[in-house]
């Protein structure tokens, strides 16, 4: 495994009992856990606010003798294989088609590389398991939510869309239940919305899977699984181009995972199209 990606995992499985100076560097490092490779633990430290100290427990908390043994684990794995391209921020410029170009597949690469295996299987299996599949997404992740449901509809019978228009969230969400599963969209400038539908359903007991551009406070605490897309300039209004690829994927593999009766439903919903359009030429 990637190793700063799994300095990353234990920030997240270890998140949840750190008192708050470890989670404000907890936060720094989630961001980008690389920067272990070139800083050091006193500016780091700095960085986040906090004591070196507070450092060195959180390295603790996280199974390391210290801070170096973490470092050493960043600079062996990078050293392991190239680099991740960083994409250029936006600087309010015109840019050429190729550097557009070239902008959106560092996206890609950066995505992809940071993402665990395991991760993936995690959320394929989480969906595959739920009784029914909630899909949401507010402001900006409405148009991906709206996208992923279009897609697992053709594998699963019984996906809710939330916000559905015309209807008020609470009363869609009251069937909500522990055995269902919702993949919540968190792309954007977090709503109000978003947090109140991430809070109900952890209260219900359903599974969370939260795909984001960038964590936001509250993220680790509500999903039970957070799949990042990366996002960042080239221009002012960002890229989609990583979640939507990333969402692309979670759902070819969910259709791979569900097998004969995912078959089955898209045979059946061909010979509909099928029926429809012979009674349409009569």
């Known amino acids: 495994m990637d190793q700063t990606y799994h300095i990353a995992q234990r920030l997240l ?12 560097l907890a936060d720094l490092l989630l961001e980008d856990v690389g920067v272990l490779a070139y800083m050091t633990a006193g500016d780091i430290a700095d960085q986040a606010n906090v004591s070196k100290a ?42 050429s ?26 959320a394929v299996e989480i969906l595959c398991r739920a009784a029914k599949l909630w899909v949401v997404g507010f402001g900006e ?31 869609e969400f009251a069937s ?14 977090r709503t109000a919305e978003l947090r109140n539908v991430i809070g109900s359903s952890r209260r219900a007991g359903a599974k969370v899977i939260l795909v984001t551009n960038s964590l936001a406070a509250g993220d680790k605490r509500g999903a039970d699984l957070i799949l990042r897309g990366r996002s960042e300039g080239p221009t002012v209004f960002g ?31 061909e010979s509909i199209h099928s029926q429809w359009a012979e009674e349409s030429s009569k």
């Open 13 to 24: 499985l270890a998140y949840d009992e750190m008192p708050r100076g470890e989670r404000r």
């Open 54 to 95: 507070t450092a060195a427990r959180l390295f603790r908390r996280l199974g390391y003798r210290g801070y170096r043994e973490a470092q050493h684990e960043v600079r062996e794995s990078q050293s392991a294989k190239p680099t991740a391209p960083e994409v250029p921020a936006f600087s309010g410029g015109f840019l």
């Open 97 to 122: 088609p190729g550097e557009y170009l070239d902008a959106e597949v560092k996206h890609l690469v950066r995505t992809f590389e940071t993402l665990p295996a395991e991760q993936m299987s995690e």
């Open 141 to 171: 992740g409405y148009p991906l939510a709206l996208f992923t449901r279009a897609l697992l509809i053709k594998v699963f019978p019984d996906i809710r869309m939330i916000p559905l228009s015309g209807f008020p969230v609470p009363e």
């Open 176 to 189: 909500i239940s522990p055995e269902d599963a919702v993949l919540a969209f968190g792309v954007g400038r």
């Open 239 to 269: 890229s989609m181009t990583a979640p939507l690829s990333l969402v692309t994927y979670l759902c070819a593999r969910v259709a791979t995972r569900t097998g004969d009766s995912a078959q089955r439903r898209l045979d059946h919903i």
